[in-house]
């Protein structure tokens, strides 16, 4: 099975959330309107689209192949976020077109979860399944009234990997347990930073500002908005991240755009020591560099804990096999599955058994020096506290906003600039 694995992770661009939202308020309610649903026979199939990879190549031919399953599935993967993202929208605003389970970025469920717009999607609320998964992630695709319209698939505890080759040629600690030291707050990474780039001046220190500033963005508590879903950017926290990144972006970023041709072309020609590893980052990093030795990860994260990314699978209102997507989509994130759906694509499962089970196999990764990865990542989730950052309803189209700001920085406008044209898009949203 071939892996998608490119723009795992991408937040929704400026304006899509609030557009999305507006459009699901009046969209029709699908096939809820008629109150009947056709019950799929073993010779018919379910569909499920998810994007990038979510592991789940190998379980759906094995379900396939069980003559005992009640129906068949069919899976569509779409390379990146972005792309499914548009399409979903559509779908989800016209009320048609949409296959029976559909994966949804983590930064997209706030939108989701408000009223109206969560009517477009079934409740998969199981009190059973209430301890399955991570409390954090759980909730995140609940509504306000308990309608749980998101099964969580995966989270991202952050850890960080490096080039252990390119340390040990800037004199810097290349073993696992003595760069801990060199990781344990923000000041000492951009500090080893700078040391770094007086004896690797052609290599930059991190693979993006975005990536750093999105790393550091997800220790602030309140990032864009209050607890109440006011918007709120004129915040010390925040400023004190766009400032910090905006100091080092022209001494130690590389200064191009995650995910970018060049960014990619970065792995494989020594372009940078550093960046930022949720689990979903370990593929992207083999893929874009397979022949590279050198890699590994460190159990630790500047400040102490951060979570980037995680998905949910979820089955639209207009889908008309609503009964069997909800059974399906409770398989795909049993502990069974999860564990082998990690195991296909690195991701951090959120369910809380297969976090242990893959803990306990203690399995190593030779691609990162034998790094226990597993064991890595469930440390680093522990060190995640809990509901930090706040992700209001406007997150989504803030971070697009925040981003664009500090790539304009890094293409050379002044930050303050820059950072005045960010409130100014901010103010134009309320």
Same mark, same amino acid.
Request: hydrophobic share 35%; charged share 25%.
């Given at each position: ?11 929704? @661009? @400026?304006?899509?959330?609030?557009? #999305? ?10 096939? *809820? ?18 994007? !990038? ?5 190998? #379980? ?25 993202? $548009? ?5 989800? $605003? ?29 409740? #998969? ?5 209430? !301890? ?21 698939? *995966? ?9 252990? =080759? ?20 923000? =000041? ?24 750093? @500033? ?34 080092? %972006? ?45 890699? *590994? ?19 639209? @209102?207009?889908?008309?096999?609503? *009964? ?16 082998? %759906? ?12 297969? $976090?242990?089970? #893959? ?26 506290? %809990? ?17 664009? %700001? ?11 600039? !820059? ?10 949203? !309320?």
């Amino acid at each position: 099975m071939s892996k998608i694995s490119k723009s795992w992770r991408r937040g929704l @661009a @400026a304006g899509a959330v609030a557009t #999305l939202v507006a459009g699901l308020v009046g969209a029709c309610g699908g096939s *809820d309107d008629t109150g009947e649903q056709a019950k799929l026979g073993k010779d018919d199939t379910l569909t499920i689209t998810t994007f !990038s990879e979510f592991g789940y190549g190998d #379980l759906i031919e094995q379900w396939n192949a069980d003559p005992d399953r009640p129906f068949k599935v069919k899976q569509t993967v779409v390379a990146e976020w972005d792309t499914w993202k $548009q399409s979903l929208t559509t779908g989800l $605003q016209s009320g048609e077109g949409l296959t029976d389970i559909v994966g949804i970025e983590g930064d997209m469920m706030p939108a989701l979860v408000a009223e109206g717009a969560s009517e477009q999607f079934v409740d #998969l609320t199981d009190k059973e399944l209430d !301890s399955r998964w991570m409390e954090s992630k759980y909730l995140e695709g609940q509504t306000a009234d308990g309608k749980q319209i998101g099964y969580p698939t *995966d989270a991202g505890p952050e850890a960080f990997c490096y080039r252990a =080759d390119l340390f040990e040629k800037a004199g810097l600690p290349s073993d696992r347990e003595a760069v801990k030291e060199l990781f344990k707050d923000w =000041d000492t990474y951009f500090a080893t930073g700078e040391q770094f780039k007086k004896k690797m001046p052609k290599t930059a220190w991190y693979d993006s500002s975005g990536a750093i @500033a999105q790393a550091m963005l997800n220790q602030v508590e309140y990032p864009f908005q209050t607890k109440d879903q006011k918007i709120d950017v004129d915040n010390p926290e925040l400023r004190e991240v766009y400032d910090t990144v905006s100091q080092y %972006a022209s001494t130690q970023s590389t200064k191009v755009e995650q995910w970018g041709e060049d960014w990619t072309a970065n792995f494989t020609n020594d372009g940078f020591a550093t960046i930022p590893c949720p689990g979903w980052m370990f593929a992207n990093i083999k893929d874009s560099a397979p022949e590279v030795k050198g890699w *590994d990860i460190v159990d630790a994260f500047p400040g102490g804990g951060g979570n980037w990314g995680g998905s949910y699978l979820a089955v639209p @209102a207009q889908s008309e096999h609503q *009964d069997e997507a909800k059974e399906f989509a409770n398989y795909l994130t049993t502990a069974e599955s999860q564990v082998a %759906a990690s195991k296909v694509a690195g991701n951090f499962p959120a369910n809380l058994e297969a $976090q242990t089970v #893959l803990a306990d196999e203690n399995a190593t990764d030779p691609y990162f020096n034998n790094a226990p990865t597993s064991q890595i990542l469930a440390s680093r989730a522990e060190a995640v506290p %809990a509901g930090v950052p706040f992700k209001g309803d406007k997150y989504s189209d803030i971070l697009g906003l925040f981003q664009q %700001a500090i790539r304009r920085v890094d293409e050379g406008t002044d930050p303050e600039k !820059s950072w005045a044209t960010f409130v100014e898009g901010v103010e134009g949203m !309320s």
